[in-house]
């Protein structure tokens, strides 16, 4: 492989299909009425700043769950990832998710407990030190909103 | 032979010597992601100069004491060391007296020290102090919080979609209300050189003292303290191929003597008891403490350095450069160039298509490309253009025509990837 392609596979690690995919066309983007639990997430390294919302049940079952704001292609990615993988589920499942992706995402753990399906495509960030924290930004955001943080929350 | 062509043949001749300089920053030498490294970084910290790296080594391998302090040889080695870099630094900014020239830990405490030392005790409740929309944080913060602190107003002169100042309204403010004016000599976002000459003349005109943030021209440009008349200079080390954590501020003796210290500690008394202190003359009043002796003699280093290459030749290779790299953006459709003064520093802000920058720094950095992405410290001016940061080139006086073809190379591939 010539050091052309080398780059560009390198790369692709990053930014597979599915992550730019996502970045072009965002889902569940937008603001949520009636949204039960939201939070900020804001990088004050990047000025990446998200919003996330969400609407629980009695049951604390996320029943929808949306975002808006702006960022890079990793942080909007991961967001829109995030909104398609815990809407159904109970807030502790989310949760449970929150500390799955943080970890294997900033590397603390080789394999997560927990099967993370198509988010798997976000471990190219791995490799980025600095882009670390644009992935992890909205799953932040969103534990902030389980919790009723009144901060925002930033991946400092 | 023409006049034209004697132009050409003594700009190639300029090219060919500064090409030679590449080889004084031992760092640009390496490959980065497989790649020879194309430095375009500079505006947020130049690479640091050989003379500058052995100067320091030097220092700590033989001459390194406590200054102003001993008797023994080797206090008077770094004590001589430290006063000679401040000579250095008094004689490239043509400071009229050596105590007119502070060592700092760089800009942003410069500004700090004016505005805690020489501002806040002349500041009344309806006061103003001004700056303009394009300036770096550490230029809008410290005057933010002396004026929360005193009830002053702190007034922020308008830029237009080019980047450049409004000018007229500037000069409309400047009234015995206002205790300062504060400005950038270069914004490091946007690239616009201020006209600080005619401004500080229209200032002194309506009796307000300038304060100029030389952060970002002090490297690129011939800058004389005494001509521009400026109050206040600061500027940085490690923006002008010396070390972090060292700086300058440049005040007027007047207005220094008058001032309070801004920190108290060793070196800058005269007599200590629990009656009372008498301060220590000028400049060691503003220098508590053990310096940062080995950075203030980088910092010397450095601006020998660029005395002996010539700022004006600096600023004629930089100048050339930017009119190549605008005009290699500019030609692409798909590039929102940000900054489009008239008069400009070698800096570029850009947008590549709707690719956000930070995708955009993490493509070139693969490709061994180094620029900055992001806010730049100046988010007044992203707001203003209604985005949320930009990619920024910024060149130095190492950089040439082959760097900026890489960045041209760069770009192509991040648009292939993104924007299929």
Known sequence: MNDDAQTHSDLRELYRELILDHARSPRHFGKLEGATHSADGINPLCGDKLKLYFRLDDDMRITDACFEGSGCAISVASASLLTDTVTGMTRAEATDFFHAVTDSLSGRTESAPIDLGKLRALQGVRQYPSRVKCATLSWHAMNAALNQDKNPATTE | ?420
């Open chain 2, 1 to 420: 032979m023409s006049k034209a062509q004697l132009h050409t043949d003594d700009r190639e001749a300029a090219y060919a010597g500064m090409d030679s300089l590449r080889s004084d920053f031992p760092s640009l030498a390496q490959d980065i992601n497989g790649a020879p490294l194309v430095y375009l970084d500079s505006a947020a910290s130049s690479q640091p100069a050989t003379v500058v790296i052995e100067a320091i080594s030097e220092y700590q391998k033989h001459d390194h004491a406590n200054v102003h302090r001993g008797v023994h040889t080797l206090s008077h080695r770094a004590t001589d060391a430290y006063e000679g870099a401040r000579d250095a630094v008094v004689d490239f900014i043509n400071a009229n007296a050596r105590c007119e020239t502070l060592f700092t830990s760089g800009t942003t405490e410069s500004i700090n020290l004016v505005a805690q030392s020489f501002c806040k005790p002349r500041l009344k409740a309806g006061n103003k102090i001004v700056i303009t929309h394009l300036e770096h944080h550490s230029n809008i913060v410290p005057w933010q919080m002396i004026c929360e602190q005193t009830g002053a107003e702190l007034i922020v002169i308008d830029i237009d979609e080019q980047g450049e100042v409004n000018l007229q309204q500037l000069y409309e403010v400047l009234d015995d209300s206002v205790k300062l004016l504060a400005i950038a000599h270069v914004s490091n976002a946007l690239g616009t050189i201020l006209p600080v000459k005619q401004i500080v003349e229209k200032a002194h005109a309506a009796g307000v003292p300038v304060l100029v943030d030389g952060a970002q021209a002090i490297a690129h440009m011939a800058v004389d303290v005494q001509d521009l008349d400026c109050d206040f200079y600061a500027f940085s080390g490690h923006k002008m191929f010396g070390p972090t954590g060292i700086g300058i501020l440049y005040g007027k003796e007047s207005l220094l003597e008058a001032m309070p210290p801004y920190k108290g500690g060793g070196d800058m008394i005269l007599e200590v008891s629990f009656d009372g202190t008498t301060y220590n003359d000028l400049p060691y009043k503003f220098e508590a403490g053990t310096p940062n002796i080995s950075s203030a003699i980088g910092l010397g280093a450095a601006v020998r350095y660029l005395q002996a290459v010539g700022m004006q030749r600096i600023a004629s290779h930089e100048a050339e450069l930017l009119a190549y790299m605008t005009s290699a953006l500019g030609s692409m459709d798909d590039i929102r160039l940000i900054g489009t003064a008239t008069h400009k520093a070698g800096v570029q802000s850009f947008l590549l298509a709707d690719i956000h920058p930070h995708d955009l720094g993490t493509i070139l950095d693969h490709q061994g490309v180094a620029i900055r992405t992001g806010h730049h410290c100046a988010m007044p001016v992203m707001s203003f253009f209604g985005i949320s940061g930009t990619a920024r080139a910024s060149l130095a006086l190492y950089n040439n025509t082959d760097d900026i073809d890489r960045l041209v190379v760069a770009l192509d591939k991040a648009r292939e990837l993104f924007c299929k």
